[in-house]
């Protein structure tokens, strides 16, 4: 059996929407804020990927121990790309297709180097309680890594988030028109400020210009679809490009300029979650005239997926 060792957070399939040729254009600041932005064109296997990354290293079975990369998030990337490819074609998708897709944008939230280095940082701070107050060095570094990694799995799969979440209407909005194509990161997710509220949404670009948006409203997505596309592209670009840490993919080089400015580098007044995240007030209480006036336009510009 072929164990693979190199797992991607950004999954090949989501990555390959971005791609020209067989290549997406992917940047990254090795050396931190105050290093150089490098930019370069990859192929999608080649990138948003590290070693090891979900490995239980207390697990003996080689198998066994890749657990969360051979059948956890296999599994939910598989799904994801079945229901995506609807939206492609604006199918009429099942609510497994729905709940799929939620679930997908719920594991994107967590799945990344930075964020799993957070929570093992995390307990790194609480050494001294079960179950790690008897090991050190190598089988303490283990022994975290094991538990972050299943935490990760008990984040992605928590029923408070599946309940929320999965609840949501999917919509994908159509940004062809804008001047710039949407950008992705190793952080895609724009999140309302609450996602218990009733104008709660979560947006992820899953195409250079299609955005989904999971809402419990029409009026929501109606909000953000009656936008000007460059100004909704530019909006979404400039948070998925704030919150990143690891990786940046366009589909060229024509965003440098704007990753060079946000990347890793803290603005004035950005206020980050508790995961990092840069958390957004709902478009509308922004833009209820508009929403009115929502036109016929406007519905074709906006596809539904599920009932």
Not at 22 to 49: C, E, M, N, S, T
Not at 97 to 106: E, G, P, Q, T, Y
Not at 215 to 224: D, N, R, V
């Amino acid at each position: 059996m072929n164990i693979p060792r190199d797992h991607h957070y950004l999954p090949q399939f989501y990555l390959e929407r971005w791609a020209n040729d067989g290549r997406v254009f992917r940047y990254v600041r090795p050396q931190g804020p105050d290093g150089a932005l490098h930019g370069k064109w990859k192929a999608p296997k080649a990138i948003a990927y590290e070693r090891d990354l979900y490995h239980l290293p207390d697990v003996s079975d080689p198998a066994e121990s890749q657990h969360l990369e051979l059948k956890f998030f296999q599994k939910i990337d598989d799904q994801a790309a079945v229901a995506l490819r609807k939206l492609d074609h604006s199918h009429h998708g099942s609510a497994e297709d729905r709940v799929a897709l939620s679930r997908f944008m719920v594991s994107l939230l967590h799945r990344s180097p930075s964020r799993l280095s957070a929570i093992r940082s995390e307990l790194a701070e609480r050494i001294d309680d079960a179950p790690f107050r008897d090991l050190t060095g190598e089988e303490l570094e283990r022994g975290i890594k094991a538990t972050a990694n299943r935490l990760l799995e008990m984040l992605v799969k928590s029923a408070d988030a599946q309940s929320v979440v999965s609840k949501f209407k999917t919509y994908k909005i159509d940004v062809s028109k804008s001047s710039r194509a949407l950008l992705t990161s190793d952080r895609p997710i724009t999140l309302s400020a609450q996602l218990v509220a009733s104008d709660a949404f979560m947006i992820m670009p899953y195409a250079p210009d299609w955005l989904v948006i999971l809402t419990h409203l029409e009026a929501i997505a109606h909000a953000f679809a009656s936008q000007d596309a460059t100004t909704l592209v530019t909006g979404i670009n400039q948070a998925v490009v704030e919150q990143s840490v690891d990786v940046v993919i366009a589909t060229d080089e024509r965003a440098t300029a704007m990753v060079d400015r946000l990347f890793l580098r803290p603005q004035p007044n950005r206020v980050l979650d508790s995961i990092g995240l840069i958390r957004r007030r709902s478009p509308y209480t922004d833009l209820r005239p508009r929403v009115r006036e929502f036109s016929r336009h406007d519905k074709r510009k906006m596809r539904y997926l599920g009932s």
